[in-house]
């Protein structure tokens, strides 16, 4: 039997838990497509799994991953969407455990597999389903937000947060970005951001409402949560939104309920699998708008409308450092693993 170089982990911890194992390659069952991995998607979920503070629980010994391009070696009975040999990336909707991606191989469902646009590279490809998908279906489905709007994204300087910065800019909103390094302000801008805020050197709500002459903005995605949540709370315009996508800060978050009641803003939590399924919490996909997300990301991408950035990448075999990285916060960008 073939073996492959997997990603492991046997216990919670840091990086240093990630362990390379030689494993035999099992064949993929019905409904699964096995491939030939190119690259891997880093993404914070990846730590929160590894460190036990997801809202999936590993079974160890446990994989490890969501996103991967890669090149179809195999199906399973009942695929018929891919064929052998084509280029595909994966997006969310299987368990980070059962179905990781860290490996030379993979095996996955075979509704996460996507063929992607040819101008991608597979280091392109294994970066985009997170990225943008979090944000189309915050600002779509949830926020409908309107061309010429003001979203206000924070920690805007990851994947998700340039990713969502290419996304609202793409739908006709402005957007104010946010970010805790002032070396990384002129790339915002680069990136589509009208305004940037340094968050260490300014009264955040001060400096939207002198930006937005006072209004305040339409809708607020923030990743962190926290204590700041009070602080945002006042730089909403009255009736606008404020989606959580993540909770960076483990820290209690505090609801501002005054400024509710005088700004009656709604507030909303956002989950992706709320929208790609994750049959392991039996939580089903939304068909429709899994599939309207997919294909208006893939022709954006195909004509360039959509680019992601990649910030840095490693090989496989240095997955603990490209874990360590992720966690310093001093990326711009998507992370990746190169097989």
């Not at 061309?147 to 402005?174: D, E, F, H, K, Y």
């Not at 990384?184 to 260490?200: C, N, Q, R, W, Y």
Request: charged share 20%.
């Amino acid at each position: 039997m073939n073996t492959s170089k997997i990603v492991r982990f046997e216990k919670f911890g840091g990086p240093e838990v990630l362990n390379i194992e030689e494993l035999p390659v099992e064949p993929p069952k019905a409904g699964e497509v096995q491939l030939k991995v190119q690259a891997i998607g880093l993404n914070r979920a990846d730590a929160l799994f590894r460190s036990g503070n997801y809202l999936e629980q590993p079974k160890f010994p446990s994989r490890i991953g969501v996103e991967a391009a890669g090149i179809v070696e195999a199906v399973g009975s009942g695929v018929t969407r891919v064929r052998l040999g084509d280029r595909v990336s994966v997006a969310p909707g299987q368990s980070i455990g059962r179905y990781g991606t860290y490996g030379e191989t993979a095996i996955v469902p075979a509704g996460s597999v996507i063929p992607y646009p040819e101008n991608l590279t597979p280091s392109d490809a294994a970066s985009v389903w997170v990225q943008y998908l979090t944000p189309y279906f915050s600002f779509v489905d949830m926020a409908a937000i309107q061309p010429g709007q003001t979203v206000l994204i924070t920690a805007a300087s990851g994947g998700a947060g340039l990713g969502s910065i290419q996304m609202a800019r793409l739908l006709g909103a402005r957007v104010i970005a946010t970010t805790r390094s002032a070396e990384k302000e002129k790339a915002l801008l680069d990136a589509g951001a009208g305004h940037v805020i340094v968050t260490g050197n300014a009264n955040l709500a001060a400096r939207v409402m002198e930006v937005t002459s006072g209004k305040g903005v339409n809708l607020i995605f923030d990743p962190v949560a926290g204590p700041s949540l009070p602080a945002l709370a006042e730089a909403v315009a009255w009736g606008g939104q404020i989606i959580l996508y993540g909770a960076l800060d483990t820290a209690e978050t505090p609801y501002p309920l005054l400024t509710a009641f005088a700004r009656n803003f709604s507030l909303h939590t956002f989950l992706l699998y709320n929208y790609c399924g994750l049959p392991d919490l039996r939580l089903p996909r939304n068909e429709e708008a899994f599939q309207r997300a997919i294909r208006f990301i893939r022709q954006n991408l195909a004509e360039g409308k959509l680019k992601p950035a990649i910030a840095k990448s490693f090989p496989l075999g240095e997955v603990r450092e490209a874990h360590r990285y992720m966690e310093s916060n001093q990326q711009l960008g998507k992370i990746v693993l190169t097989v």
